[in-house]
């Protein structure tokens, strides 16, 4: 009886040995490809069309006038621009796969795609959108009390889903360029994925994911405390950093030990002031102002635009507040006669249509 539970034990065992070793090697055999310096991408003459060659957004400029004599360009740089999110709503992230392709840089632009991508963007042979597998309609509810159970398997699908979007769908690249937040999973990806590829990440911070989820939680929550760990051990790894203001580049350097570039955020000279005739045309066209044209024009009501992602780091109770303030400033003092306002708020988010809602009940 002994030796028979014995001898089970060791097939059993053995068994699991052979099995964790065939998905180790299987692990090697399929790890991603590294990146060699001596191997740059090839940008060729047959990568633009007829049209592309008219067109000074397509990259083929820079290229006629590097390109050796055998028609093709070898890129020194190439760049993994990486968002865990729509990259339509990642403006920044845009404008930096856009400044690399203009310099000759090989850019793979990493993300999802659910909204309009600047049309720089799309029209550069030199950028490559990956997209990203987007999340399943059950992981992305914004239940608080769920919140403990989705958030690991929201984590684990996105894990996977970057990890095959950087390694098995996109060249190896001499940088990659990741947006924080989110930084988790993307910055345990992304560090993994340099590693084999050898690759160097630069991080750009636009906030930090636990300050984010502190607000979600509670600051002294356990996941609070563990996120901020989570973030400084990943910073430390990074090769260089960008911040977004020169407050948050002090606190990197005081809280993670990471030493950052501040790259304020600015608008592209794509954006450029209206004329006054334009700017009539523009309100007499743009639905929402057409019923208000003349009045914004000859000043008597005044026009407020605002972009928001609608999460709780952006308080929009700021702004309707400030207008409920405002109105009620009108109503009290009516020889004043203070300029009615049309408010315009854009975007899209998790805590739209709780605002929806107090907008209505304003109403």
């Known amino acids: 009886m002994a030796y028979s539970t014995l001898l089970l034990l060791w097939q059993l065992s053995l068994a699991f040995a052979v099995s964790v070793t065939i998905c180790f090697l299987a692990f090697l055999f399929t790890l991603p490809s590294a990146y060699n310096p001596y191997h740059p991408d090839l940008i060729e003459e047959d990568d633009f069309t007829a049209e592309d060659k008219k067109k000074t957004e397509s990259g083929y400029g820079y290229f006629s006038k590097h390109r050796t004599t055998n028609q093709t360009l070898k890129t020194e740089t190439s760049v993994q621009v990486v968002v865990l999110g729509d990259i339509g709503r990642s403006p920044r992230m845009q404008y930096h796969a856009l400044s690399i392709a203009r310099h000759g840089g090989r850019v793979y632009l990493v993300g999802c795609q659910e909204s309009d991508v600047h049309p720089g963007v799309l029209a550069n042979r030199l950028i490559s959108i990956v997209p990203i597998r987007p999340l399943p309609t059950w992981l992305g509810t914004s ?11 929201k ?4 894990a996977w889903a970057l990890y095959q979007a950087l390694g098995y769908r996109t060249r190896p690249t001499k940088w990659m360029l990741v947006q924080n937040p989110p930084a988790i999973p993307t910055l345990l990806v992304a560090h993994f994925i340099c590693f084999f590829r050898n690759t160097s990440l630069i991080i750009d911070w636009h906030n930090f994911g636990s300050s984010l989820l502190a607000l979600r939680l509670s600051p002294t929550h356990p996941i609070v405390r563990l996120s901020f760990h989570y973030e400084r051990f990943f910073a430390k790894g990074a ?3 960008f911040a977004v203001t020169a407050a948050m580049a002090r606190v990197l350097k005081k809280d993670y030990n990471a030493q950052a570039v501040t790259l304020h955020d600015r608008p592209s000279a794509d954006f450029q002031p209206l004329t006054a005739e334009r700017r009539k045309r523009f309100l007499q066209r743009l639905p929402e102002t057409k ?3 003349q009045d914004l024009e000859t000043g008597a009501w005044k026009l407020i635009v605002s972009s928001t992602s609608w999460t709780a780091d952006e308080d929009f109770s700021l702004l309707l507040d400030a207008l409920v303030s405002y109105s009620s400033a009108c109503n009290s003092n009516p020889s ?3 300029p009615k306002i049309l408010a315009i708020i854009t975007g899209k988010g998790p805590l739209k249509e709780h605002y929806l809602f107090r ?3 304003l109403n």
């Open 336 to 338: 004043k006669r203070l």
């Open 239 to 241: 090769t260089a950093h």
């Open 291 to 293: 019923e208000y044209a």
């Open 359 to 361: 907008i209505r009940a």
């Open 143 to 153: 239940s608080k009390p769920l919140f403990p159970i989705i958030a690991p398997l």
């Open 155 to 158: 984590a684990l699908w996105q």
